[in-house]
């Protein structure tokens, strides 16, 4: 069994509690069953490579504070985004001990990260079901997110991009929907580049639309935070 020293009151306070590796019993978290798998907690600068590909995982983490981004090499040898993860999601998981990992995955921000050991935690999955299927599912939620939001934005003109990306990540971060989004604060901290590699846009056309948008007082843009201020200027309104 791992030694590992967890301040209980430190995990009580964690702004992702409630997305937590752990088992949930009665209403309470069993703290005695995450201090066998957690392994410590990790900080990453921002541009730091925290996995690399073509490599066996050795280690599980939820994100609790910051961004990360997936990137995977095309067959043209371009390196693209193909995946974002904000705080509350679990990266580096997989159930075969031996997958290879084809993806890396770089620090978007400054990131904190609570860390488990791969083999102890994997061990404990096997043993109890109920845990599994709870990562499964967020898991499986995570992937029908970003895949529904892909296919949304597919055949769409610029501006409309960049309108689902900032409603994505303002649903998927902070919890907004269709009858509060207007007029909320979403902070995006990734640059226009990465912003445009995700939509598969130019940083040029990225630049150009948002500039349109703000013109067309659709959105706002102030030191990376987005704001919608009308959704009826947009052809979003079926999507939300």
Known sequence: MLKSNIKLDQCEKCPVLDECVCIVDDEKLQFNILNTYKRYDKKYKKKEIIYHDDIKLNKIMTIVSG????????????????????????????????????????????????????????????????????????????????????????????????????YYIGQKVYKFNSSNIVDKDIEIPLTQEEIADILGLTSVHVSRSIRTLIYNKVIVVNNHKYKFLDTEKTDLNYAL
């Open 67 to 166: 961004w990360v981004l997936e990137y995977r090499v095309l067959e043209n040898g371009q390196r693209c985004i193909v995946n974002i993860y904000t705080p509350g999601d679990l990266i580096g998981f997989n159930i075969d001990e031996n997958f290879m990992n084809k993806s890396m995955f770089i620090s978007a921000t400054n990131v904190k990260a609570c860390v488990f050991d791969n083999n102890t935690l994997i061990n404990f999955i096997n043993k109890n079901p109920i845990l599994a299927g709870s990562i499964i599912k967020r898991l499986s939620i995570n992937i029908d997110k970003m895949a529904s939001f892909l296919t949304s934005i597919t055949r769409t003109k610029s501006q409309e991009r960049i309108l689902y990306f900032i």
